[in-house]
Each structure stands twice: as C-alpha cells, then as structure tokens.
T-cell receptor, first 113, second 116 residues
Framework: NAGVTQTPKFQVLKTGQSMTLQCAQDMNHEYMSWYRQDPGMGLRLIHYSVGAGITDQGEVPNGYNVSRSTTEDFPLRLLSAAPSQTSVYFC????????????FGEGSWLTVV | AQSVTQLDSHVSVSEGTPVLLRCNYS??????LFWYVQHPNKGLQLLLK??????LVKGINGFEAEFKKSETSFHLTKPSAHMSDAAEYFCVVSDRSMEYGNKLVFGAGTILRVKS
C-alpha cells in the first residue's frame, strides 16, 4: 500500500540550482498533479497530467517543468531555483473525473537560499 | 470560475465541545466538495466528500458536513472535539463540469486549536 510516494522529503537549494522532485503512484491513476503550499494560501496547482504523455499548466506554473512518460511517475523540475520557490510541495493522484478521491503524498519541504 | 472561502483562519475550542469550521464555495456547475485535514508536517488526509448524493455527509473521526446549495455552504462539524483533532483543515471544491482531470481549488485553511 505505497499510495503516492514523494522524494526527497527535505531539500535545501542555492539560488540558480536545478533539481527534480520525484512522485510515483501505484494505484494506476490517470490523473496526477503537483501543488505548492504556502502559509495562508491553501494549496495551489502548479501542473497536472491526465495521462502518460499529456501535461498542462495549473495556476502557478512559472519556473517549473513536468513530464509524464509513464502512468506511475510525474516528476517536477525546478529549472533555476529562486527564493520564491521556497515552499512545501505535494504530489497528488486520482482516477479521472471530478468527485474521485484525491490521494496526496507526504510532501516535500524545499528551501531556496 | 470556482472559489472557496473558509470564513475563519483560526478556531479554538475546548476538548469535548462542538466544532464548527465554515466554508462557502462558488462554482459555475454542480460541484464536488471535500474536506481535508493536515496534521503538522504531514500530508493531507481526506475527511469526507460530497458528490451529489446525500446532502449530509459523514466522514472519518466523527466529522460530518452538510451541503446547502441555497447558501453555497459546506460547513464541517463534530459534536465533541478531541485533542487529536488539532490540525489545519481545508475545504476544497472540484468542478464536475470538467470532462478530464480533477482540478481542485483549495480554501486558505482553518487552523483548529483544541484546549484541554
């Protein structure tokens, strides 16, 4: 019962560095997404995917790239980290269609100095 | 466009007293509504969801919420608070008009404090 697995859990980056947050799910969900959580703002959608090979932008996509080469994996890439990207990142997955339960990973705490 | 307003950023109750966390939503179509809970430094756990069946929805840990279309509200309640309920709670709306995807819009969150 792995569910949604995110790595790493904690990361400190220097401004300008790049890195990839990994996300994997073992529930055969079509839909996967990345959110960032900032104090007092709830979770905001960065990118999402409705299936392998299909991705789209969410509310706050700038500075992030995603790809979906398999159903299971949905990595999030920070191209050139900025202090404004200091946040907690959550990966989520579900079956397609509104109303289906969304399953969240445990989160990745990222600090950009 | 969808939006969610959680009317209280912080709620403080005594252990054993009722909990009320308020949520109003705006959606152009028939919404699905969720409440999630997040304990410190943890991920989000689904408490309950409304998807157009019964308007009174029962969730885990004694929580329930009532969908009131006329008031565009989905308030979360619990008859008796427990210390372990202290956490942040998020009201979330998902637009059922969407053929693909499962975009969620989150409220800003309500931090529940439970006093002994």
């Amino acid at each position: 019962n792995a569910g949604v697995t995110q790595t790493p859990k904690f990361q400190v980056l220097k401004t300008g560095q790049s890195m990839t947050l990994q996300c994997a799910q073992d529930m055969n969900h079509e839909y996967m997404s990345w959110y960032r959580q900032d104090p007092g703002m709830g979770l905001r959608l960065i990118h999402y995917s409705v299936g392998a090979g299909i991705t789209d932008q969410g509310e706050v996509p700038n500075g992030y790239n995603v790809s979906r080469s398999t159903t299971e994996d949905f990595p999030l890439r920070l191209l050139s980290a900025a202090p404004s990207q200091t946040s907690v990142y959550f990966c989520a997955s579900s079956f397609q269609g509104s109303g289906n339960t969304i399953y969240f990973g445990e989160g990745s705490w990222l600090t950009v100095v | 466009a969808q939006s969610v307003t959680q009317l209280d950023s912080h709620v403080s109750v005594s252990e054993g007293t009722p909990v009320l966390l308020r949520c109003n939503y705006s959606s152009s179509y028939s919404p699905s509504l969720f409440w999630y809970v997040q304990h410190p430094n943890k991920g989000l756990q689904l408490l309950l969801k409304y998807t157009s069946a019964a308007t009174l929805v029962k969730g885990i840990n004694g929580f329930e919420a009532e969908f009131k279309k006329s008031e565009t509200s989905f308030h979360l309640t619990k008859p008796s608070a427990h210390m372990s309920d202290a956490a942040e709670y998020f009201c979330v709306v998902s637009d059922r008009s969407m053929e693909y995807g499962n975009k969620l819009v989150f409220g800003a969150g309500t931090i529940l404090r439970v006093k002994s």
